[in-house]
């Protein structure tokens, strides 16, 4: 019998692929269990040719799925692996040049949450014979570049298949890496045309079925010793909670240990889900779009407890968060370049779940003190009752987002997954929305990538799925984001993938003009209006007669338009509760009016205003910005 198997270089690649199976505790899954591919001259021939082979002589061996651009293939991968806790992803096949560029933005999005996606672009040819072919990038003083040497920052490892024997170690450092909880991201093999098609005789124990575990690193003894002395010390600690507390399904340890000491929490985007809303230890976000309770909670500490969290500027609230001038920082992290963010001397390099449990141990009896805990309750009230009032009806023609929000809330099932990523969506869900189960926040802003509210729910809704979960999810969009990534709507409607889609239309990018007026630029060019040739700008009355419910219901979706008028949120309701009764997809459009706000938190990021400006605006703003900036500490220690 043969040892050996002869095989393309693509061939071997996607049984390699389909026969990698990731083990952590109990659970055994497939680590990629499919793939997204858009094919051109540079993969049709390669990766094309293996995927339609392994189709037909298998079709459960790799399945491929269709996309409709290249950069919501990633997305659709992180979302998956979000559902999943970073146990499972999906590869993304790219031709060369256009193709593989479309990719950069979803490599460098999955880099920034440390969420792995596998990319397959292809390369120009590695024996450069007809030299430069279509979609070439040429540099006169390098040769050899190439577009996809450009995904070298944007991805946690990255490597070329310059000739077939190289393959071997490729694929076995870049499962490595996608599996490492401390390293993945976006793993990107580089695949030159010709060689995707050479022929290689494969050795048949690289074809068989491997597992990858994931690595839980126990705290060690001494680190975790100081945490408890500081701990035990301390009057007022806070817990960040992180990202990493779910990927490490920590969710339960956490809440037994807050219940044990009741030490407070606050919640960084990624780590939404970790305690459901109404605990009474969960103040919710934390940092600039956090909630008035967790930031005054923040504002007192003595020791902050970061566990998974990258401590991003949202967080800290560009560093004004936490004012406590002996502030004392604890960083559970199985990243070590996490754990010592902001010069913490006490950083735990360990998994959440191992830590949690040992740190349930050691501090047993400990237990905030009472007047600490009073005004944390208070807080927590106080913010409750801000949140009920911002989500009742307003009976206005045009709702504002908070109340859209509200309605959204009080028609999901408590298990529903919300999935949103750029614009002001994301910092009033931070603050408003009530999660009620681990997976059901899904806010992308470690990359805040516009674009990806679509194809990241759809990659969500495929994870929960593959998993037999029937639950909703439902996407969150505005107009800008809507316009920048939203033919994926095409692919949940080829492939019969159920996502409910509310579009909040506010004519412009609703965010970046709120803050265009907090730095002094009075909105300039975040309305959607017709060009004002006279005045050179876009800030007049006219608005642009898109229409996009028509556009989502081209796509095959059943589209409800909801009416301007004192009904809106009603009729918001019943759209929403006959999408849930739905199995198709449907998109609801509501107008909305981009200037009422959610409730104030008290947090600040820091976006630099011009130090001099002849508009009047622009010297308002940069005197409150230098107040502002003036509470901000290194926060070392």
């Not at 930031?295 to 609230?317: H, K, L």
């Amino acid at each position: 019998m043969s040892s050996t198997k002869r095989m393309t270089v693509s061939q071997a690649l996607i049984e390699f692929l389909a026969n990698q199976w990731t083990v952590d505790g109990e659970i055994r899954e497939r680590t990629i269990p499919g793939v997204f591919g858009i094919f051109g001259h540079g993969n049709v021939a390669g990766i094309g040719q293996a995927l339609k082979q392994a189709n037909t002589e298998n079709p459960n061996l790799m399945p491929y799925y269709q996309a409709r651009n290249e950069q919501a293939m990633v997305h659709q991968s992180v979302g998956y692996a979000r559902m999943h806790r970073r146990r499972a992803t999906f590869a993304s096949a790219a031709s060369v040049g256009p193709g593989a560029a479309n990719m950069l933005t979803g490599a460098a999005l999955a880099t920034t949450n440390r969420l792995p996606a596998l990319l397959l672009p292809s390369d120009t040819f590695a024996t450069r014979v007809a030299d430069p072919v279509l979609q070439q990038l040429e540099q006169p003083w390098d040769i050899g570049l190439t577009v996809n040497d450009a995904f070298r920052p944007l991805s946690k490892f990255f490597d070329r298949v310059q000739r077939p024997e190289q393959l071997y170690s490729i694929a076995l450092a870049a499962m490595r890496v996608l599996t490492d909880p401390a390293e993945t991201g976006a793993v990107t093999i580089s695949l030159p045309e010709d060689v995707q098609a050479e022929a290689l005789d494969v050795p048949l124990e690289f074809l068989q079925e491997r597992e990858w575990h994931i690595r839980r690193p126990l705290p060690e003894r001494g680190p975790l010793a100081r945490a408890v002395t500081a701990i035990r010390a301390a009057n007022a600690p806070v817990i960040v909670a992180g990202g990493g507390v779910l990927y490490s399904g920590a969710e339960d340890l956490l809440r037994e240990l807050v219940e044990a000491t009741g030490i407070p929490v606050g919640t960084s985007q990624a780590g939404g889900g970790v305690l459901a809303w109404d605990h009474p230890q969960n103040l919710g976000g934390i940092g600039a779009t956090g909630t008035l309770a967790a930031n005054r909670a923040a504002a007192e500490a003595d020791v902050i407890i970061g566990i998974g969290t990258r401590y991003s500027d949202f967080t800290t609230a560009s560093r004004t968060a936490f004012q406590n001038p002996h502030v004392t920082f604890i960083n559970v992290n199985v990243a070590p370049f996490d754990a010592y963010k902001h010069g913490s001397q006490v950083g735990v390099i360990a998994d959440a779940r191992e830590t949690l449990r040992e740190l349930l141990i050691e501090l047993e009896g400990y237990e905030v003190p009472q007047a600490f805990a009073a005004r944390v309750a208070r807080e927590k009230s106080l913010w409750d009752a801000a949140v009920d009032h911002a989500f009742e009806p307003s009976g206005l023609d045009l709702p504002g987002q908070p109340e859209i929000i509200g309605a959204v809330q009080r028609a999901s099932a408590p298990e529903d997954v919300v999935v949103q990523a750029a614009g002001s969506l994301p910092g009033d869900l931070h603050k408003l929305w009530r999660v009620r189960d681990p997976l059901g926040y899904h806010v992308e802003y470690a990359f805040s990538c516009m674009g990806y509210e679509i194809a990241g729910g759809l990659g969500a809704k495929r994870g929960l799925l593959a998993a037999g979960d029937e639950r909703d999810v439902i996407v969150m969009v505005g107009d800008g984001s809507y316009l920048m990534l939203n033919t994926e709507l095409v692919t949940a409607v080829a492939e019969g993938i159920k996502l409910i889609v509310v579009l909040i239309q506010n004519h412009g990018y609703a965010s970046i003009g709120h803050l265009s007026e907090t730095v002094g630029s009075e909105r300039f060019g975040t309305w959607y209006r017709t060009y004002d040739s006279a005045a050179r700008n876009f800030q007049g009355d006219e608005i642009l007669p898109v229409d996009l419910a028509a556009n989502a219901r081209s796509y095959g979706l059943d589209v409800v338009e909801i009416e301007p008028g004192s009904n809106a949120i009603r009729d918001l309701s019943d759209a929403l509760a006959a999408a849930k009764a739905s199995t198709a997809s449907t998109l609801i459009h509501i107008n909305s009016d981009p200037l009422i706000y959610a409730p104030e938190g008290e947090g600040w990021w820091d976006v630099p205003v011009p130090q001099v400006s002849t508009l009047n605006s622009t010297q308002q703003a940069r005197a409150e910005y230098e107040q502002q900036q003036a509470r901000q500490r290194p926060l070392l220690g």
